[in-house]
Nanobody, 121 residues
Framework: QVQLVESGGGLVQPGGSLRLSCAAS????????MGWYRQAPGKQRELVAA???????NYAESVKGRFTISRDNAKNTVFLQMNSLKPEDTAVYYC???????????????WGQGTLVTVSS
């Protein structure tokens, strides 16, 4: 199996910055795509940003220019640098990975447990 462990959430004032990290571990043969989703109270979970193994990226319109996703393939880790944070960025942020599990190469989509980001003065 594969596990994702997130870190880096917390309370920050509007205009501030946070950096989220997510490390994958377990029987990993390959990780195709890693991404961050978020879910605010009363809202559906939405994609924030995603990055492929070749570092192609995709961002939600609401975070373009403020958030940056990156990954360290050697460490199976993905990062989300969040700048110019707004109150509407408040949500639980979930890490997601599309993987191939060793040794079967079976496709497996994995979610982290979530980390809370609160933007408030």
């Amino acid at each position: 199996q594969v596990q994702l462990v997130e870190s880096g959430g917390g309370l920050v004032q509007p205009g501030g910055s946070l950096r989220l990290s997510c490390a994958a571990s377990g029987s990993i043969f390959s990780i195709y795509v890693m991404g961050w989703y978020r879910q605010a109270p009363g809202k559906q979970r939405e994609l924030v940003a995603a990055i492929t193994s070749s570092s192609s990226t995709n961002y939600a319109e609401s975070v373009k220019g403020r958030f940056t996703i990156s990954r360290d393939n050697a460490k199976n880790t993905v990062f989300l640098q969040m700048n110019s944070l707004k109150p509407e960025d408040t949500a639980v942020y979930y890490c997601n990975a599309a993987t191939a599990v060793a040794p079967s190469l079976r496709y497996l989509e994995v979610w982290g447990q979530g980390t809370l980001v609160t933007v408030s003065s």
